[in-house]
């Protein structure tokens, strides 16, 4: 064998070992994905790992932080912290842990912001309500139930810890606001075990982290009539998006549609909106905010946004027309010149 042609078969050993060792190494690298119902809903990891096993544990840490928050703020659980809130916080104070405390005193705050709009006090008659069995309160139980939703009635003490009713009836859900702290600790999460792209999904709600390797994230939000079909899709990197909608938990009944966003006004299903995603840095936020959208309708829910710089909206109203906040809204040929 001469010279070039040793050459030449030794390249070719090499390029073979190569190929040999890209599947294997593809292989460690990966993404990992799972997704698993819990919280009443479908919670979904999907990460990048360099290795599968670091991977699938880091994977189970974010299942294992949900059922955590979940035991501790599920009114569906009698032994949940939330649950004894709920039976006692009328007669007297509830000592409660630092983290449903924090949660109560955000949602507190977005009551403030959204005028009453998230309120967490809605449950006195949201609990009226089972989906799966097409169970709704009668008009006079609504007309007495709604005499206890308003978050004023919720008193935190911070230097007891302490959460309190002011109101015999009073009792608070965080329906609206805990799917969205259980992706943002779920990422928190990945974060400090090294991982640098995941997406996290509880429901309607997502915490993105870094982009999709080199790409933006593509997060769709769903056609609100068409089951399955995507209306809109919204490029993302690092950021949160939540969508609320009326097509998540209901039943029609005689042409009227019940569904799970509770207008704190009337104690009926808010009207108007089909569906409405808020975007922006914080899953709590952006939670709570979709709700909010949801229940303020388009005017004023975008006109809310439209105050807030790291938050945008796309909301579909009920003839299926669609709406964006001012930050998103298409350049004008002017913006141009
Ligand atoms: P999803 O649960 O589909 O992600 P949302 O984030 O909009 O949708 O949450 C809806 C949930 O919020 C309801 O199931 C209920 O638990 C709670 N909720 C309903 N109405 C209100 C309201 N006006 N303010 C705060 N929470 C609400
Ligand atoms: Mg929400």
Redesign the pocket.
Same mark, same amino acid.
């Given at each position: 064998m001469d010279q070039q042609s040793k050459h030449n078969s030794r390249l070719g050993l090499r390029l073979v070992t190569l190929l040999l060792l890209v599947p294997g190494s593809a292989a460690l690298s990966d993404w990992v994905s799972d997704t698993r119902p819990l919280m009443g809903t479908e919670v979904s990891v999907h990460l990048w790992s360099e290795d599968a096993e670091q991977g699938q544990e880091a994977l189970e840490a974010v299942f294992a932080e949900t059922a955590r928050i979940d035991r501790l703020m599920s009114t569906y659980k009698d032994d949940s912290e939330i649950s004894r809130v709920n039976r006692v916080a009328a007669t007297r104070a509830v000592a409660v842990g630092e983290e449903l405390f924090q949660l109560i005193q955000r949602s507190l705050d977005i009551s403030v912001l959204t005028l009453g709009?998230? $309120?967490?006090t809605?449950d006195s008659v +949201?609990q009226h309500y089972d989906f799966r069995s097409r169970q709704r309160p009668d008009s006079e139980t609504v007309e007495t139930e709604r005499e206890n939703i308003d978050y004023r009635y919720v008193r935190l003490t911070k230097a007891s810890g302490t959460v309190a009713f002011l109101k015999e009836g009073v009792r608070i859900?965080l329906?609206?606001i805990a799917?969205g702290y259980v992706v943002e600790r779920g990422v928190d999460i990945l974060r400090h075990l090294g991982v640098q792209h995941a997406i996290v999904s509880a429901?309607? $709600?997502s915490r993105l982290l870094g982009d999709r390797r080199g790409r933006p994230w593509m997060v769709g939000i769903r056609d609100p009539r068409n089951d399955g079909q995507v209306a809109i899709s919204v490029p993302l990197v690092d950021e949160a998006i @939540?969508t609320? +909608?009326d097509y998540?938990?209901y039943f029609d009944e005689d042409g009227v549609r019940y569904h799970? %966003? %509770?207008q704190?006004t009337t104690g009926v299903p808010a009207s108007g909106v089909h569906s409405a995603t808020v975007f922006g840095p914080d899953a709590v936020i952006t $939670?709570a905010l @979709?709700?909010s959208v949801?229940?303020m309708g388009v005017k004023r829910g975008l006109t809310l946004i439209g105050t807030l710089p790291d938050y945008e909206s796309i909301v579909i109203d009920s003839e299926g027309r669609v709406y964006y906040s001012d930050g998103l809204q298409q350049p004008t040929a002017e913006a141009f010149e």
């Open positions: 709009a998230f $309120d967490i809605f +949201g859900n329906g609206g799917k429901g309607g $709600d @939540s609320s +909608g998540e938990r799970h %966003i %509770i704190p $939670d @979709s709700t949801f229940v």
